[in-house]
């Protein structure tokens, strides 16, 4: 698992077509950045961006159980990333499960510890 799962979460958002027309890139683009920068003081905060995230596994859940279908991750996902983000391997992410996901490449991605991401 690497820092682009949060991105493809960011580039699906942002659109699929984006998505594959850009492949994989290795940093937020700016479009990308300005949609998670909620507050526009030019930097991410953990609160923008489980915000962000949050509202990601909203759009993600079609069906709206609560958890995240194989399927419904499949914009995002690759299989291989959604085995290893479903840590009770029972077929489904929960929002539990997406979310540590999600925070921990936040975590990762700050690489100064400020608790912010800059573009
Ligand atoms: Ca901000
Ligand atoms: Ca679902
Ligand atoms: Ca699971």
Redesign the pocket.
């Known amino acids: 698992m690497n820092k682009l799962l949060t991105l493809s979460f960011a580039l699906a958002l942002a659109g699929p077509a984006a998505a594959f027309a850009q492949g994989s890139p290795e940093g937020l683009t700016q479009a990308h950045f300005d949609q998670?920068?909620?507050?526009?003081?030019?930097?991410?905060?953990e609160a923008?961006y489980r915000q962000f995230m949050e509202g990601a596994f909203d759009k993600l859940d079609t069906d709206k159980n609560g958890s995240l279908s194989n399927a419904e991750a499949g914009t995002v996902l690759t299989r291989e990333q959604f085995s290893i983000v479903d840590r009770n391997q029972n077929g489904q992410l929960n929002r539990q499960e997406f979310m540590d996901q999600v925070m921990s490449d936040f975590h990762r991605q700050d690489q100064n510890r400020d608790g912010?991401l800059q573009p």
């Open positions: 998670l920068d909620t507050d526009k003081n030019g930097k991410v905060s923008e912010h």
